[in-house]
């Protein structure tokens, strides 16, 4: 997209954090007036480039910093990866961190190999705040050990979430599916993620409650297409964004393509090859990325307002109400799929 042509030369050529803020303000400030749900794909694509080209040099010198500091000893090979919406390819303009790192080295170095990269991950996230990726509340960061972890450690812990599957363990296994690596040994992430899906789409039980995890939470449209609104508080009369329609959709791709064993990066990708395998009809297909195509444009257009995820029901427009609610039965029409192929 031409409005953010240029910012990958300057985020190549900055030298300091404080470079980095001001090319994420810059970002902001370029896309106040064009978010337009005709170029919404294209503009998402170039978003997420310059999402990942401001991630990685923060890395890259939080990197130096560490090195700078001789905490403990690099490992052989380590990779920064991304999560949530920045790892599904569909980042907001501003979006909190999600993030870990997967390392590999000799058995006998791993101590000192941690003490390296919990000193990275500490250095990192901090400086990915004064860019502007706030601290993610949930904790999903490179500064918690259970998303940054030896290769050996990683998959023994993911192998405990697929045979014990309670609650938390199906939530941790959801997030880990959107692991994308940024910056580093790229092939340890490709290749944790694989055998990850592979894992899971070979576990029927697993799959099962995977697909009941996918029910939830139940889209905010009723009987007879009616808005469910917040009723109380300081967002009554607003709708969350990401609940509606939005987080339903993701969740029931992800679970297709466990079911398909489907390894790829972003929802958009998903999304095709769910089509290439036949698994929904072709039909169904095609209204998936509309709906995603619709729930990007709210989501990327909202983001930029003090309200975020929750928007006043009575600013949206006559075709905006409209788009909005087809995306929701969509998502709706994908978890009634979810749900048959769940009870067999």
Same mark, same amino acid.
């Given at each position: 997209?031409?409005?953010?042509?240029?910012l990958?030369k300057?985020i190549?050529?900055?030298?300091t954090v404080n470079?980095?803020?001001?090319?994420?303000r810059?970002?902001a400030?370029r896309?106040?007036?064009?978010i337009?749900r005709d170029v919404i794909?294209s503009?998402s694509?170039a978003?997420s480039?310059?999402?990942?080209?401001l991630?990685?040099?923060?890395i890259?010198?939080?990197?130096e910093?560490?090195?700078?500091?001789?905490?403990?000893?690099p490992p052989?090979?380590w990779?920064?990866?991304?999560?949530?919406?920045l790892g599904?390819g569909e980042?907001?303009?501003?979006?909190?961190?999600?993030?870990?790192i997967l390392?590999?080295?000799?058995?006998?170095q791993e101590?000192e190999?941690y003490?390296?990269?919990?000193?990275?991950?500490k250095?990192?996230?901090?400086?990915l705040v004064e860019i %502007? *990726?706030?601290y993610?509340?949930?904790? +999903?960061?490179?500064?918690?050990r259970r998303?940054?972890q @030896? =290769?050996r450690d990683?998959?023994?812990?993911?192998?405990m979430?697929?045979?014990h599957?309670?609650?938390?363990d199906i939530?941790?296994?959801?997030?880990?599916?959107?692991m994308?690596p940024i910056y580093?040994?790229?092939?340890?992430v490709?290749?944790?993620?694989?055998?990850?899906?592979?894992q899971?789409?070979?576990?029927?039980?697993?799959?099962k409650?995977?697909g009941e995890?996918v029910m939830?939470p139940?889209v905010p449209?009723?009987w007879?297409g009616?808005f469910?609104l917040e009723?109380w508080?300081?967002?009554s009369?607003?709708?969350h964004l990401?609940?509606? %329609? *939005?987080?339903?959709l993701?969740?029931a +791709?992800?679970?297709l393509?466990?079911v398909?064993?489907i @390894? =790829?990066m972003?929802t958009?990708?998903?999304?095709e090859w769910i089509?290439r395998q036949s698994?929904l009809p072709?039909?169904?297909?095609?209204?998936?990325?509309?709906?995603l195509?619709t729930?990007?444009?709210?989501?990327?257009?909202?983001?930029l307002?003090?309200?975020?995820?929750y928007v006043?029901f009575?600013?949206?427009?006559t075709s905006?109400?409209?788009?909005?609610?087809q995306?929701?039965?969509?998502?709706k029409?994908?978890q009634?799929?979810v749900?048959r192929?769940?009870?067999?």
């Amino acid at each position: 997209m031409e409005q953010l042509d240029g910012l990958l030369k300057q985020i190549t050529e900055a030298k300091t954090v404080n470079e980095l803020n001001k090319i994420h303000r810059d970002v902001a400030y370029r896309l106040r007036n064009v978010i337009e749900r005709d170029v919404i794909a294209s503009l998402s694509r170039a978003l997420s480039n310059v999402h990942d080209a401001l991630v990685r040099k923060a890395i890259m010198l939080a990197e130096e910093e560490t090195k700078r500091a001789e905490v403990g000893t690099p490992p052989d090979k380590w990779c920064w990866y991304v999560m949530g919406s920045l790892g599904r390819g569909e980042p907001t303009i501003w979006t909190d961190q999600d993030n870990g790192i997967l390392f590999d080295c000799p058995l006998g170095q791993e101590g000192e190999c941690y003490a390296f990269i919990q000193y990275l991950a500490k250095i990192g996230t901090s400086f990915l705040v004064e860019i %502007g *990726y706030p601290y993610c509340l949930g904790n +999903v960061m490179a500064t918690n050990r259970r998303w940054s972890q @030896s =290769v050996r450690d990683w998959e023994e812990q993911m192998s405990m979430y697929i045979h014990h599957h309670f609650p938390n363990d199906i939530r941790f296994l959801f997030i880990a599916m959107d692991m994308r690596p940024i910056y580093g040994a790229h092939e340890l992430v490709y290749n944790g993620k694989k055998k990850l899906i592979e894992q899971l789409s070979n576990h029927s039980l697993l799959l099962k409650r995977m697909g009941e995890h996918v029910m939830f939470p139940y889209v905010p449209l009723g009987w007879f297409g009616n808005f469910q609104l917040e009723r109380w508080g300081r967002y009554s009369g607003c709708l969350h964004l990401k609940q509606s %329609g *939005y987080v339903q959709l993701v969740n029931a +791709v992800k679970f297709l393509s466990c079911v398909g064993n489907i @390894s =790829v990066m972003t929802t958009w990708e998903r999304i095709e090859w769910i089509g290439r395998q036949s698994l929904l009809p072709v039909a169904l297909v095609e209204q998936v990325q509309d709906a995603l195509v619709t729930c990007v444009y709210f989501r990327l257009k909202y983001s930029l307002e003090a309200t975020g995820d929750y928007v006043p029901f009575s600013i949206l427009n006559t075709s905006e109400r409209a788009r909005l609610k087809q995306t929701m039965k969509v998502a709706k029409k994908l978890q009634r799929v979810v749900m048959r192929q769940v009870r067999g």
